[in-house]
């Protein structure tokens, strides 16, 4: 009888850390810059005094969500890989709205969820375009 194996979280992988960086690195940006720009607020957030945006979602979520999608896209090809962006893309602004029924985000009056839909769509061809480039480099 063989020991039994352990599944290792098939996302997590160390190819995929650099790209949940970058995301980091941008989603922590673009949260800070709109929150100072009033578009939207995180009421519920650790730290509140210290920290304008949701630390949580940015350094924890974020990057798990990040690992998950990149390691998707990687498993289609080119067009797969399309389709996976835009469906993210269009769940953002749902997933949007159910965040600010549960009290965990707030938008301003002006704002309108098909930014978010852009916006998103915008970020993740940054990042998959960053996971291409990065694993061109990897294999060389």
């Known amino acids: 009888m063989q020991p039994w194996r352990k599944n290792r979280l098939t996302f997590w992988n160390k190819k995929y850390i650099s790209s ?4 980091v690195i941008l989603g922590t940006y673009l949260d800070h810059t709109l929150v100072e720009l009033g578009l939207y607020e995180f ?3 650790p730290f509140p005094k210290v920290y304008s945006v949701n630390i949580i979602f940015t350094l924890i979520v974020l990057p798990i969500c990040i690992m998950i999608f990149v390691h998707l896209t990687s498993q289609v090809n080119k067009w797969g890989r399309k389709g996976i962006i835009l469906f993210v893309s269009l769940l953002v ?9 549960l009290g965990f985000f707030v938008h301003s009056d002006s704002w309108q969820h098909i930014y978010s839909f852009f916006g998103y769509l915008l ?7 960053f996971q291409q ?6 294999n060389h």
């Open 123 to 129: 970020f993740l061809v940054i990042i998959d375009g």
């Open 20 to 23: 949940a960086l970058l995301a």
């Open 93 to 101: 602004p749902i997933l949007e709205k159910l965040a600010e029924e």
């Open 43 to 45: 009421p519920l957030r």
């Open 133 to 138: 480039w990065a694993g061109k480099i990897r």
